[in-house]
């Protein structure tokens, strides 16, 4: 039940995401050697051509903590500690999965410490590799701060959902609730930790005339609210198994989203729900207040009628106290009441659900939901399939392609083709835990984004709950995400210009951040600091100091340009070669597996409308 269950504590503060923007657009992927002017043209350098890809965590406090019985912390040293991260190595990065899929954006090498006023942590963890989820446009205005129009980026909420690894403890003998914490984590155990972040300042859009004005202060940073509690090893890692409530309102990019997606637990034993909310109710405006209308949280009985379980008045000062998370005591009738019957939140004294569990009480997803494979490659997640928040055993899960959220312009390279380059079985079933693992493998795609020098292509795969009916749970953002790099050959005895040089010039125009230190498409730059680039590249990916920071560069690619750093000849620039042409997608790659059907009457994926 990962951090829903105490012993959590919540925290609220601010993080930063210099992300770098020229990589957003496929058509810069050329190899063209941009100048500052170019980066300033905002089709090519967009809204932060400059950015460095960093995350980081600042002016993070601990707001609230609540013990394992479920009872509110009120005087304990652990409410005076701030949330910091690494004091001893770079920052993590924050880094897409592709051009063609920057809805799945992962931090990579984030270290969270708890720190305590005397400066000492009292806790020191390694967050596991995690991509955003639930994306939704959070902010219902703009508000009266902006002088300009805000990029679209501005207004949008998503959450965060991983573990804490490797955890070391400070001196806890003052803490009884961090005792407490480090007792139910055990030794060699995990942390589980969720956040959401609203409120990012990606600056204003671009002018009607072209003018790019100065952003507002604290550029590329943004608000965040989240909780750490105990990780169960026999549990996801990545989202928490409980009750899944949906929107009861059809998403559409015109109206308002007025509730979004929420996760409750029912703890049998402490008589007890609790339901995160962090996620799912919307701000009046961007860095505004929280919609603080009175929420009750209950269940829809045999008639369909809403039976209050408990109330929630949502403000600023309850979200960050909170960060969202709403716990209700139950009696005994209503806990045998709900154990069968659908969770709703409505507005208090309104006919209308905002959000409800689905009548069957039936919901999967997938744990891990990104990969990056080479040509033979295989790669396992796990899907779990619950009914009340229970585990659903024997259930059949059909897995098929779905797309549609992949791409962005309607120039834009061909995205999921050919669909035989990526394999997996049409169908798993749960075993008794409600859980199975579904395997996967990588062939080789071609080159079918040549056009665009881009290596490899993206796929997507939903898994659905077979013969469930047309009220099932459905969230757009509950599928895999997989890039799958084209094959290539490792020289025998590589040089720059025919084999190094191609690889590494696109980072030059891509990443302008470093030209004033190295300039990967020049030799002599490269070669001075050969022993650099080869220690960065050498490192796990995990590391916040390995290189290509974006993490989208083939194993063989790699090991390319390692053997010539072992031997950096220069060697001559071969023949230009004919231009490439992209790969057709024919009817037979479209089709050569399993497609996923769109839902009658369904809404357009988020992700048509929030790209670039």
Known sequence: MA??????????????????????FPSNYDGTNYTAADYANWDIGYWNPYGTGVWRLTDCAVTGAVRGDGSTVSDDPVLSMTLADA????PAKMVDLDSEQQMVSAIWGLVVRLVGGDGQAALRSNFAVASFTDLWKRSLTPGSLPQHKLHPACMYGAAWQSVLSDLAWGDLAASPFLQELQAAAGPGGLLSIKFNVVGYNAGYWIGDDGTRYPPLPDFTMGLITGSIGVARADEPRFFTLGRKLQPSQRQSQSAPTLFYYATAVVDEARKALAIDLGNSIPFKEWRGDIVDETLQVGY??????????????????????????????LTDAQLTAVATSPLAVRKAGADTLLGQEPADGKALR???????????????????????????????????????????DKDDPPVGVPAGALGFPPSVKTDAAGKAAVA????????????????GQVYGVRPTLSGVGADSYSNPWDFISFLVWSGY????????????????????????????VLNMGDYDSVRKHLYSLQTAMSLPEENPNYMPAVRDLSPNKKAAILKWAANPVRGTAPAKA?????????????????QAPPAADAAPHPATYLKK
């Not at 004091?87 to 770079?90: A, F, K």
């Not at 899960?397 to 797309?403: M, Q």
């Open 300 to 329: 829809l009985d045999s008639t369909q009628g809403f039976q209050a379980l408990g109330e929630v008045s949502p403000d600023n000062a309850w979200y960050q106290r909170t960060a969202g998370i709403a716990d209700i005591a």
């Open 87 to 90: 004091d001893d190595q770079p």
């Open 440 to 455: 996967f493998s990588a062939g080789d795609p071609g080159e079918p984004r040549a056009m665009d020098d881009i290596d």
């Open 3 to 24: 951090y829903l269950t105490g012993p959590r504590l919540n925290f609220t503060g601010k993080f930063i995401a210099d992300v770098s923007t020229v990589n957003n």
């Open 578 to 594: 004919p231009s490439a042409e992209a790969v057709p997608a024919t009817e037979s790659m479209m089709w050569a597996a399993v």
């Open 366 to 408: 997938a744990d891990q939901f990104v990969f990056r494979l080479a040509p033979g490659d295989s790669a396992e997640t796990t899907v779990w399939a619950t009914v009340f928040g229970k585990p659903l055993a024997d259930a059949e899960v059909a897995l098929a392609f779905d797309n549609s959220s992949l791409g962005g």
């Open 489 to 516: 050959e490792i020289p025998e005895e590589p040089s720059w210009e025919a084999d190094i040089k191609p690889i590494l010039a696109q980072y030059a125009a891509l990443y302008p951040v470093m030209l004033p």
